[in-house]
């Protein structure tokens, strides 16, 4: 196993990593946050005497770390013997949020944008926190945000969805004829065809936050374009393709095949139980499950259907795969399968030998998830992690397993398989066949560092 030294972005806007590292360690995982890990997992160093039976729960426990702790709260703890401001006085009014926020502890968890990745702030990206969620649902106010040219706040009285071309009833839907056709609700990821895109040039960038923050996980609700197909009488014979059309200003258009389009593809207006947000395409967009992301089309209005492929700007400019031998591969759309450890990742400290929850998420465009396995050694042993229900298609899904770190160095992978039998690759057999100079599709094995202080850092394991 050979180390390859990350390098970071040289450009003054860039990554800058004392800047980063000091404020992820603060803004990424707040003190807060971190003091109440230290809490929950420190472990008596006199715990982890070789021999002790168990789980390395029940060894972490035996040592005083997880229930009945003399680490956390010590005897005295004014935290325990004395009465708090919050206990005798009178809370605010139920009313005094009629649209709820998180608590003022936690303003650290939210979207960030990369510095000089992009020119303009409206042509930009912000990166979903992952270093700080649970489960495989995306709050809606922390969704990734991509934008070619800025959001809109488009008014959904004045929102009208097309439907033309190879159909034999062109139709224009408002809102209101929409959602009361029969609905559907599915979870499922989206993911830029950009996430992990800086890591082909081994570029380390520091926290999961911007190496796999173009990544979210919702509930939408919206009719399925085969119904709306249906319903305009698409020509199935001669109609091979649809185009989606966006309504902001970015002229986003982008192809979809048939098969695709008549399979599990929604246009939707809801997005975990509420009325999609503007930054993702209030009030309809499309839901292309298991597709990059430029497909889910967002402030949707129009789907033409068609025999040929566009070939639009977003997918012969952009959006396609530079192969080493110069090719560019055109419309590699499907998202492979791919896993991450979120906790603990780059940016984080572990303050203390003991036991460790590892977490982590992985995803397939091709369907569920079948295992994931998890590395401690840089992908010499592998052992196979829990994962938690639900198990959806083309959805995130949640993985945990036990760790107890004895305070030598370590490097953390995971390596997922879904149900078609696709393997996630290391990052060295994808560029044997992907080159270096790929943006799009990057799906590797993600290796966290982790150094005897705990500090935790993105390395790449060749
Ligand atoms: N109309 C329109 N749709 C769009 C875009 C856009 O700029 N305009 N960006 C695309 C890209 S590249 C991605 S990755 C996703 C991002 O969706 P999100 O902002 O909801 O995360 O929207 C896609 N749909
Ligand atoms: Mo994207």
């Known amino acids: 196993m050979t180390l390859l030294p ?30 109440w890990m230290q809490r929950g997992f420190k472990v008596a160093a006199a715990g982890l ?43 605010q009014p139920v009313a005094a949020r009629p649209y709820g926020v998180p608590s003022s502890f936690e303003e650290n968890l939210k979207r960030r944008e990369s510095p000089g990745l992009t020119r303009v702030p409206q042509a930009s990206v912000a990166f979903t926190p992952l270093q700080g969620l649970f489960g495989i649902i995306t709050p809606n106010g922390l969704h990734f945000e991509r934008h070619h040219q800025g959001w809109v706040d488009v008014d959904p009285e004045q929102h009208r969805f ?21 609905s559907v609700s599915r979870i499922h990821f ?10 082909w040039g081994n570029v380390a960038v520091p926290t999961v936050q911007y190496t796999h923050g173009m990544l979210s996980c919702c509930e939408f609700t919206g009719v399925l374009l085969s119904t709306l197909l249906d319903m305009c009488g698409a020509d199935l014979k001669r109609g091979k393709y649809v185009l989606a059309e966006g309504g902001d200003g970015s002229g986003m258009t982008r192809t979809i095949d048939m098969k695709v389009a008549l399979d599990d593809v929604i246009v939707a207006w809801g997005m975990n139980g509420e009325m999609l947000r503007p930054e ?14 430029v497909s889910w089309v967002k402030w949707l209005r129009r789907i033409e259907v068609g025999d040929q492929p566009w070939a639009s700007k977003d997918e012969a400019v952009h959006y396609i795969d530079l192969m080493p031998d110069g090719v560019h591969r055109q419309y590699t759309s499907v998202q492979e399968v791919k896993s991450v450890i979120t906790t603990p990742s780059g940016g984080q400290q572990l303050l203390d030998r003991g036991f460790y929850n590892v977490s982590g998420l992985a995803w397939s465009g091709r369907g569920r998830i079948k295992r994931v396995d998890v590395s401690f050694d840089g992908g010499n042993h592998w052992r196979t992690a829990r994962m938690e229900q639900p198990v959806l298609p083309k959805a995130l899904t949640r993985f945990n397993i036990d760790w107890t770190w004895d305070g030598s160095p370590a490097i953390l992978q995971s390596r997922a398989v879904d149900e078609t039998g696709h393997v996630q690759p290391a990052i060295r057999q994808l560029r044997a066949v ?15 560092k982790i150094d005897p202080n705990g500090e935790v850092s993105n390395v790449q394991v060749g």
């Not at 993702?280 to 992301?293: E, K, S």
Request: glycine share 12%; proline share 5%.
């Open 162 to 182: 097309m439907i033309n071309g190879l159909v034999a009833a062109p139709r224009v839907f408002t809102m209101s004829d929409l959602m009361r056709l029969p």
């Open 434 to 448: 992907r080159g270096t100079r790929s943006i799009y599709h990057n799906n590797a094995i993600q290796s966290w």
């Open 49 to 91: 005497a070789a021999g002790a039976a168990g789980s390395a729960l029940a060894q972490a426990a035996a040592a005083g770390a997880v229930s009945g702790s003399t680490v956390g709260a010590t005897a005295g703890d004014p935290h325990v013997l004395e009465k708090k401001a919050w206990q005798t006085m009178l809370g």
């Open 280 to 293: 993702n395409g209030y009030p309809l967009r499309l839901v292309v499950p298991g597709v990059q992301g």
């Open 190 to 199: 989206i993911e830029c065809g950009a996430n992990t895109g800086l890591e």
């Open 6 to 35: 990350g390098r970071w972005l040289k450009a003054p806007e860039s990554f800058l990593p004392e800047a980063f590292c000091r404020k992820i360690n603060t803004a990424g995982f707040n003190d807060a946050r971190r003091n």
